[in-house]
């Protein structure tokens, strides 16, 4: 004893950041409050460390268990036991270990020193208890057999805890909470060991139907799963609720096959592996997952009330941590910040930790939170019915995070939301796999049901709080970080959105990929809004039972590549799914494969869309709604004011139509009612030109204008638009700054040289900037004379902007030539890949400033643009000239000849697009 109480001197003495844990038992609200806390909050926290009284038994502890001379727990407490309710302080530099079964009732356990569940067969050890905090080591089971027998912590009810920072400021851990601060903790729980995490969960390998008893899975669990072990089958039907919890009677093995008979029959039926559907040769199978529930090592709470029990935090400890084969159960202060069912929290750099093959269900709020933490390993976990987001990545600071080989059951929304820093969370619109940032690796995650979305890229502007105090997120803006690597998911049973880029929308500065996704049985397959630069390759969408495979909301830059889309499935028809009528029968998508809501472009900045072979199978016999069709253009649901608008680098090129009714369908929306959303200007290209040449190109004729005659289309009357070949459509637009109340009566007119043909482009729609925009697709190798109007007369605004669209086609033969109107109280700003300038009536001018050139004239009101072929850097001037037109006079060379001093400014700034 002399030797533990110089040891207790000593850390009073010496170590004086060493951190206290305070219980406070009369505190019953959600948080607690001291002087100064805010304050002291608002600093970036030191970090938590190990306490430097176990830093022998640490060491020792690196070569093993055997290497420290361990204190048994009865010797440790004393013969009689603890006192129920009495807090329990395995104190700094002890070595305890619990090799016996025991039922306890204590107050709080506090592991300052090293705490070991040994476990054997036959251990069973049950721990009620209101708090578990630990600043020492806390050991369960070892890494290779896990923890034989069972370990439940059950946290009962109690009050606030806070500890104490090196700084000597506060921090609260909630209320019947284990938590992890400055400590470490191994906690391997996996039935059958580290070889069953892999295990977790598999798919379902036959169809089951509902009253049936007996399952198969196509992998051998009789060593990871036995009887008396809880499991979990996801729902297959397209209802995200429909998933089913049985206990296992009994599990036998046969080859890779194991059958399993559960306690209960089944309510709805489940499709197997051995369900397909074929298409061009393409096996498509869709199946239930079959997951357990059951761990070892079990983490429950005991609710405080309807929306709290206790929680699981590890918080501000950058050391390596394990926690494998853990049942969180009934976890979660559902409304309250900071008190998840698990959660790294602030712990930065984590590299080495991990988190694999741990069951989290029933809980109140989310389920793994990775909060301002990096390089965490997430795999082969199951989740179920876990209310609020599932793995949540919190403030966007949180990169090189590992998630691989999960499944997310039954995510469901929550009731209370969270309100951090006075913004309430979007747990009441919940997801499976919430993603602030995309730098991280994402990949053989699959969800098998969700209220509302399945993964949601939830970009944020900047850093949120707390995390935006780390030096490394200082000024990261998330929004423009590379998709590290997203590949090889899929997506189920989803009510709304299957993949979610909604609402901040994703607009990374290079191409994102989304690779190898697949989506079956949810109200969308893939819904994007407000994004841009977003690739979709070699994936599959299995849209029945759902609105759209693909769905597309003011967007730009977005494609999908080497896909397929299939419309219905005979899959387990007639009474197989339910007993319901509703949800029987052939499966097919109600609405449209694909739709596409088109954004105002952005300076028409970096084109369109682009479809390149993609198959379309199955679709015959569909219910159609308001005549809709497998790909569809629409304009904006959210603003009915709002003019959707197709560039000519819209592509589609190599799709297949397979099994449709009406053959081939790509349609814009007409709605018959009025004052509806509409779409405008519209011609794809469905052969892109090829270098030095011309393409292929769908014109709608309400849409645009036609070639001139020498050009031949032919007219496809099925879908009422022309089919032109050897040709090149180019896009323009003009935003014209014009007051409000003049803004719905001003359009343009385009009038074509060589035949007359004129297009007049209308606007009711108004821009933040106060511009009104109009947009155009023009034939390349004419001349087009631009007209402003204001209630049909001629009308001159006092400044306009054009700019052009090329990004899909650096190549496309033929320019565009554009005479704008322009008086000394008109300016003209142009943007484009290439441009070129003159005086009406003068010859073609150099693409460089100052104005080089000979014979220029200005005698004329109008200047020429001439847009040439994207071969050079982009171009921004600024022109205005005077009433007084004079001549330019001639210029001694080529280039010589200097700007006049009657032309005002000429403004130069280089961009690419």
């Known amino acids: 004893m002399k030797i533990l109480s110089w040891k207790g001197l000593w850390v009073i003495l010496g170590i004086g950041w060493m951190m206290m844990v305070v219980h406070m038992d009369g505190v019953t609200g959600e948080g607690f409050s001291f002087p100064n806390w805010e304050g002291r909050r608002s600093r970036l926290y030191p970090e938590y460390g190990p306490l ?26 004393g013969r009689k036991g603890v006192a129920p309710g009495k807090v329990v302080k395995i104190r700094c530099g002890d070595a305890v270990v619990v090799t016996k079964g025991m039922d306890i009732h204590v107050g709080g356990l506090e592991v300052d020193g090293l705490l070991w569940f040994k476990g054997g067969r036959g251990t069973n050890v049950k721990i009620r208890v209101g708090y578990v905090v630990v600043q020492g080591v806390l050991l369960v089971g070892n890494p290779h057999s896990g923890y034989r027998g069972s370990l439940t912590f059950s946290m009962k009810p109690s009050g606030e805890h806070v500890v104490f920072r090196p700084d000597g400021a506060v921090e609260g851990v909630g209320r019947s909470a284990f938590a992890v601060v400055g400590g470490r903790v191994e906690l391997y729980g996996m039935p059958g060991g580290a070889s069953c995490v892999q295990h977790s969960w598999t798919k379902l390998k036959k169809t089951v139907r509902p009253r049936d008893r ?59 592996l051995n369900e397909k559907v074929v298409s061009r040769g393409r096996v498509i199978r869709m199946a239930s997952e079959v997951a357990l529930l059951t761990r070892n090592v079990r983490i429950v709470g005991e609710n405080i009330d309807r929306y709290l029990s206790g929680h699981f935090i590890i918080t501000s400890t950058p050391r390596k941590h394990v926690v494998e084969g853990v049942e969180f159960v009934n976890l979660g202060q559902q409304g309250v910040l900071g008190r998840y069912a698990c959660h790294f929290h602030l712990c930065r750099y984590a590299r080495g930790s991990r988190v694999r093959g741990i069951s989290v ?15 965490l390993l997430v795999e082969y976990n199951v989740f179920y019915l876990v209310t609020g987001h599932t793995i949540f990545l919190e403030d966007g600071s949180e990169i090189g995070n590992k998630i691989i080989g999960n499944v997310m059951i039954a995510t469901k929304n929550a009731t209370k939301q969270i309100n951090k820093d006075g913004v309430l969370e979007s747990d009441n619109a919940v ?15 699959v969800i098998g049901g969700s209220e509302h979305y399945g993964y949601w890229i939830e970009i944020l502007d900047e850093v949120r709080a707390p995390s935006n105090l780390f030096p490394e997120a200082r000024g990261v803006k998330p929004g423009r970080i590379p998709l590290r690597k997203f590949f090889n998911n899929e997506a189920h049973s989803v009510k709304v959105n299957a993949f979610n880029t909604f609402v901040n929308g994703y607009q990374p500065p290079e191409t994102a990929v989304i690779e190898d996704f697949f989506a079956w049985r949810s109200g969308r397959g893939v819904y994007y809004a407000f994004s841009a630069n977003i690739v979709i390759r070699n994936s599959v969408f299995v849209s029945d039972a759902g609105q759209f495979a693909v769905y597309w909301d003011r967007t730009r830059n977005c494609e999908i590549h080497d896909s397929l889309i299939i419309g219905r499935t005979d899959i387990i028809g007639g009474n197989i799914i339910s007993d319901d009528p509703n949800l ?18 952005k300076g028409l900045q970096g084109g369109g869309y682009r479809f390149v072979n993609v198959t379309f199978d199955k679709f015959r016999n569909c219910p159609r709604v308001d005549g809709r069709r497998p790909i569809e253009i629409r304009g904006s649901k959210f603003d009915k004011k709002f003019n959707a608008f197709m560039t000519s680098s819209t592509v589609v090129e190599g799709i297949r139509f397979l099994d449709i009714d009406d053959g081939y369908r790509m349609t814009p929306y007409y709605p018959k009612v009025l004052n509806r959303w509409w779409v405008s200007h519209i011609v794809i290209c469905t052969r892109s030109p090829r270098a030095g040449s011309n393409g292929e190109f769908l014109v709608w004729p309400e849409q645009a204008l036609l070639p001139p005659r020498k050009i031949r289309c032919s007219y496809r009357a099925n879908e009422v638009n022309y089919l032109c070949k050897n040709i090149c459509y180019r896009t323009i637009g003009i935003e014209v700054q014009i007051s409000a109340s003049l803004a719905s009566s001003i359009s343009v007119r385009l009038r074509r040289q ?32 631009v007209e402003y109007l204001l209630r049909g007369s001629p009308y001159q605004p006092t400044k306009a902007y054009v700019s052009l669209d090329d990004g899909a086609f650096p190549s496309c033969a033929g ?25 009406r009536g003068g010859s073609v001018s150099s693409s460089k400033l100052p104005l080089t050139g000979s014979g220029c004239s200005s005698s004329s009101s109008h200047v020429r643009f001439l847009v040439l072929p994207p071969s050079a850097s982009a171009h921004v001037v600024t022109v205005s000239k005077v009433n007084s037109p004079r001549s330019l006079g001639s210029c001694g060379g080529p280039n010589s000849c200097k700007l006049p001093s009657n032309w005002k400014s000429v403004k130069v700034s280089k961009s690419r697009f």
Not at 361 to 375: A, S
Request: include cysteine; charged fraction near 15%; charge should be positive.
């Open 584 to 601: 029987n029968g052939d499966w097919c998508g109600t609405e449209t494969a694909l739709q596409l809501h088109p954004t105002e472009p």
């Open 815 to 839: 320019a565009i030539q554009l005479e704008f109107p322009q008086t000394s109280s008109s300016q003209t700003t142009f943007s484009g890949k290439s441009i070129r300038y003159n005086c």
């Open 754 to 785: 060589s035949d007359g043909a004129t297009y007049v482009m209308a606007s009711n729609h108004k821009s933040a900037s106060g511009r009104v925009p109009f947009f155009a697709n023009l034939i390349a190798g004419e001349r087009y004379k």
């Open 52 to 77: 430097a009284c176990n830093g022998g038994l640490e060491r020792r502890l690196g070569t093993g268990t055997g290497s420290i001379r361990w204190v048994d727990w009865t010797r440790y407490v």
């Open 361 to 375: 269900h029933h809980t109140k709020q989310r389920g793994l939170v990775i909060h301002g933490t990096n390089e």
């Open 431 to 445: 997801s499976s796999v919430w993603i602030s940032n995309p730098d991280n690796l994402i990949t053989k995650n």
């Open 214 to 272: 007996t399952i198969q899975v196509p992998t051998n669990v009789a060593q990871c799963w036995n009887p008396g072990h809880e499991v979990v089958i996801s729902s297959g039907d397209g209802v995200w609720s429909h998933a089913e919890q049985r206990k296992i009677v009994r599990i036998s093995q046969k080859g890779s096959t194991s059958t399993i008979t559960l306690d209960r029959p089944l309510v709805y039926g489940h499709p197997g």
